[in-house]
């Protein structure tokens, strides 16, 4: 099983992987948001290795352990984090699967858009600061390019820049 140290060499090298498919070909929003989340996954799986050796191959065993309502105190994440890994999950099986998480209009596909793009990066800069914050973690900053036009979020791991 892979230990804390590993997890996060992974997250960062996911992190790498991310800037770069974003720098080569950023209309691959999909891909973006599904490498958002596996970052996210070894983050958190590096978290509970670290805090009680504990290794899943589910991603719904790690949403039950890292609950704010688990009943392992040592692996409660604060509802802010635990809502941002599970969100982020959302929007990666929507991004894999072209489906949303509620069931709701089963008969359509349902697409990543700009709004789906900017929260994976949201969500993922929550993760990523309580974890610095606990483990006094550094990892990278990310730079990020996109087409949209809208506003762009303020993340401390990532910047932003619109084509």
Not at 53 to 77: C, D, G, K
Not at 110 to 125: G, P, Q, S, T, Y
Request: charged content about 20%; hydrophobic content about 35%; overall charge neutral.
């Amino acid at each position: 099983m892979a230990s804390y140290s590993e997890h996060v060499s992974q997250a960062n090298s996911n992190l790498f992987f991310l800037g770069k498919i974003n720098n080569e070909g950023s209309d691959h929003i999909d891909w973006q948001v599904t490498t958002c989340f596996y970052v996210g996954v070894h983050i958190i799986n590096g978290f509970l290795a670290r805090e009680q050796n504990m290794h899943f191959n589910s991603h719904e065993n790690v949403a039950t352990a890292i609950a704010p309502e688990s009943v392992i105190p040592a692996t409660r994440l604060p509802e802010q984090e635990y809502l941002a890994y599970v969100k982020l999950r959302n929007l990666s099986r929507r991004s894999r699967y072209l489906c949303q998480e509620n069931g709701r209009d089963a008969h359509l596909a349902h697409l990543i858009e700009e709004k789906h793009f900017i929260k994976a990066f949201r969500h993922l800069d929550v993760l990523l600061n309580y974890f610095r914050n606990k483990y006094m973690e550094n990892y990278p900053l990310t730079r990020i390019t996109h087409p949209f036009t809208h506003a762009t979020p303020h993340c401390l791991h990532f910047t932003f820049q619109v084509l």
